[in-house]
Each structure stands twice: as structure tokens, then as C-alpha cells.
């Protein structure tokens, strides 16, 4: 099971890499720590606490921040990660000389969701989710934005907690004409998940 899951996680990181890419060295700027003053944008709080940037051969994408336990994003009711790259695959066509640093998010912001803003947000989650009503141990909704510097695609990740940390997201580009539905999982719900889909495919 461990090592079904490590794998989950690189294949979270690295699956929209290039074929060629995907045949060479593995990236050593994972967390961006070399990045070019500037490149890499803070998250607001308290939404850094549960997201991270990555700088990926492919750019930079948003994946859930380790802590104490292995956490995943995965499509709704699958075991397959997902994560949201700055710059999508088609968008690298044709693309020349861009370096990885080029492709990424700017002008991060988040916000929490109140009021009116609150109950629209529960109802794209009851469409995104197929679901009549909303979940009684849902708690905060938070709403991060960012934009793509090399496509200028606007990013909206609506993030819905149970508890302190978050449950399900809605993740959305350019007024969800792309987007997916997710669930949060880690430690036991995150093991069932994968061991149910594993035996599916047997």
C-alpha cells in the first residue's frame, strides 16, 4: 500500500511532462529554491498551510503542502491525483524557448467565503458534486485566485473544509469552462480510496 501511494505522488507531481522530459534526469528544483528572484508567488494565509507551489519540468502546479501525513487531491469518487498546472499542455505547443520558471501563477489571492458569497459557493459544490444538499460537518469555504503569467488564464480553487483542514475543491479556469471536482484525502480515507480502486481493477 505505501508504495502504491508513493507512486500516486509522483505521478501527481510529474504527469503532464513531456516525453522527452519524462526520459531525462529527475528535476532538482522540485520547491523551487533556485527560482529567479520574483518567480515564485506566496500564498495568502490560511490557504499556504494547506497548498503548495511546486516548479515541475512543466512549470509550476498547486499540490496539496505535506505535513504530518501523506495528503492527496484526487479526481471525485477516483484514486487519481490531480494537480493545477499553470500552464496547460496544449498551451506548450509551438511554445519555443520557454524555461520552466516562465510557466507560472501570479497575483495570488484568497479570501474566506461569507454571506452571499458562502451560499453561492455551496451551491457550485452541490452541482460539482452531484450532491442535493451540503455535508453537516462542512465548515469554512476559502476561494484562492491566480493567474498564469505565460497564458494569462485565470485560476479559482474553491477550497471547503471539514474541521481545520480542507474536505473537497472545486477547482475551476477561465469561469470553469475547464474544471474538476476533488477530494481532500489523507491518512485512512486516503488509503481506503486507493486499496477500493486497486481492487476494482483486479
Not at 77 to 106: H, N
Not at 137 to 143: I, K, N, P, R
Not at 152 to 158: A, D, K, R, V
Not at 179 to 188: H, K, N, P, S
Request: glycine share 8%; with cysteine.
Amino acid at each position: 500500500m505505501r508504495s502504491l501511494l508513493s507512486a500516486l505522488i509522483l505521478a501527481a507531481i510529474f504527469s503532464v511532462s513531456t516525453e522527452a522530459k519524462a526520459q531525462g534526469p529527475a528535476d532538482p528544483d522540485i520547491l523551487c529554491q533556485n527560482a529567479p528572484p520574483g518567480t515564485v508567488e506566496e500564498i495568502p494565509p490560511p490557504l499556504d498551510r494547506w497548498i503548495i507551489v511546486l516548479c515541475t519540468p512543466d512549470g509550476q502546479v498547486l499540490l496539496p503542502r505535506l505535513r504530518d501525513e501523506v495528503e492527496m487531491w484526487l479526481e471525485h469518487d477516483t484514486a487519481s491525483p490531480f494537480k493545477i498546472a499553470a500552464a496547460l499542455p496544449e498551451a506548450l505547443q509551438g511554445a519555443g524557448s520557454v524555461t520552466k520558471y516562465d510557466l507560472r501563477f501570479s497575483n495570488f489571492s484568497g479570501r474566506l467565503a461569507t454571506g452571499g458569497q458562502r451560499e453561492l459557493l455551496l451551491e457550485l459544490w452541490m452541482q460539482a458534486f452531484g450532491q442535493a444538499g451540503i455535508p453537516d460537518d462542512m465548515g469554512d469555504v476559502y476561494q484562492l485566485d491566480a493567474v498564469s503569467v505565460y497564458g494569462g488564464e485565470l485560476t479559482n480553487l474553491f477550497v471547503y473544509l471539514r474541521g481545520d483542514a480542507p474536505r473537497w475543491m472545486v477547482f475551476c479556469r477561465e469561469r470553469c469552462r475547464v474544471g474538476a471536482a476533488l477530494d481532500v484525502l489523507r491518512g485512512a480515507e486516503l488509503e481506503a480510496r486507493v486499496l477500493e480502486h486497486e481492487q476494482r481493477g483486479r
